[in-house]
């Protein structure tokens, strides 16, 4: 049966399949967010690497402190470039994210390529969502929820 590689979302209580996003492999996603002190624009980045787990690959954000590095690890980058700070070249591998959908400031937003889809169209506000990739059958897809159709 044909399959197609998704970035899949659960529900973290219940472990029931929310939504998901078709990927192809290789392809990057990100998960945009307004940082609840700061209030500025952080930008994770993320593939989904040939063992079906998840890779994030770059960090992007306009301001130090609270909750933010300040250098790079190990192989990756740390620059600044146009007033943003980029952490770039990283391989931190997980086999899921485990995200809380912000209730106020955070307003969690998933990009992929042009599109831009708020977290809050497919969770409620608080919920406590787990982010992995998945390969889902044409059963499985017709069953849930495409959040890019």
Request: net charge negative; proline share 5%; glycine share 6%.
């Amino acid at each position: 049966m044909p399959c197609q590689y998704t970035v899949s979302f659960y529900d973290a209580k219940t472990k029931e399949a929310i939504a998901f996003m078709p990927i192809d492999r290789k392809q990057f996603f990100s998960i945009q967010y307004t940082h609840s002190i700061h209030l500025s624009l952080v930008e994770e980045k993320y593939e989904v690497t040939d063992n079906l787990e998840i890779r994030q690959i770059e960090l992007i954000y306009e301001d130090f402190g609270i909750g933010m590095p300040s250098d790079a690890q190990g192989d990756e980058n740390f620059v600044q470039e146009e007033g943003k700070y980029y952490i770039k070249n990283m391989n931190r591998v997980f086999p899921e994210v485990v995200l809380r959908v912000g209730k106020v400031v955070a307003n969690h937003r998933l990009v992929l390529g042009n599109t831009t889809v708020p977290m809050t169209s497919f969770s409620e506000p608080g919920s406590v969502l787990i982010i992995k990739p998945a390969k889902l059958n044409i059963w499985e897809q017709w069953k849930g929820v495409n959040i890019f159709d």
